[in-house]
């Protein structure tokens, strides 16, 4: 039988206590949805980005090939220009470094160790062509799908959208096939 003083300690876990270098998830994703209610209330339309990437290609038409840009159908009922969906890519991005810098997860590195150990230290071509081909896949799927993760995902899920939920779904399956495709695991 053991004492009270040999006993081996159960630690307690609080869920909502995150010890990572990292912003808390929680406090993230509490942040997220005031974001969503916000957009709602100021836009009257949902959270999503893909709808930038769609303006910002119509920018670059316009300037590469006017007349072709305006004689899209697309561009006709929504002209390119910079507008609260291209600033949330911007301020996701800008987001994402304040988080990275203030979390000390900063590294100033192009490859990730997971990824050196996989592909090697000389891959940053074969890293930078990955990405590249996977945005350009998920920009197409997102605007096939009629929204990206966020607009599915957030708020699409946010509104019980069962197709939403269909597509965040897709979007985890997607995922886990991905990495383990990428990383055998």
């Known amino acids: 039988m053991m004492s009270a003083t040999t006993a081996p300690m159960l630690a307690v876990v609080d869920p909502l206590q995150y010890s990572g270098p990292a912003w808390s998830p929680y406090l993230v994703g509490g942040l997220i949805g005031v974001l969503s209610m916000l957009t709602f209330y100021f836009s009257k339309k949902p959270i999503g980005a893909s709808t ?29 220009r910079i ?71 957030i708020s699409g899920t946010l509104q019980l959208a069962i197709g939403s939920w269909v597509s965040a779904i897709c979007f985890f399956i997607g995922g886990i096939i991905a990495a383990m495709l990428m990383f055998a695991v």
């Open 83 to 153: 507008g609260w969906e291209l600033m949330l890519v911007v301020g996701v991005i800008l987001g994402a470094f304040l988080a990275a810098w203030s979390g000390s997860e900063l590294t100033g590195r192009l490859l990730p160790e997971m990824w050196q150990d996989r592909f090697g230290t000389d891959s940053a071509t074969l890293r930078m062509a990955v990405a590249l081909v996977g945005g350009i896949m998920m920009a197409f799927g997102a605007r096939m799908a009629g929204g990206c993760t966020s607009g599915h995902g």
């Open 52 to 80: 930038a990437y769609a303006r910002v290609a119509g920018m670059i038409g316009e300037r590469v090939a006017p007349q072709h840009t305006r004689s899209l159908k697309y561009f006709q009922s929504n002209p390119p």
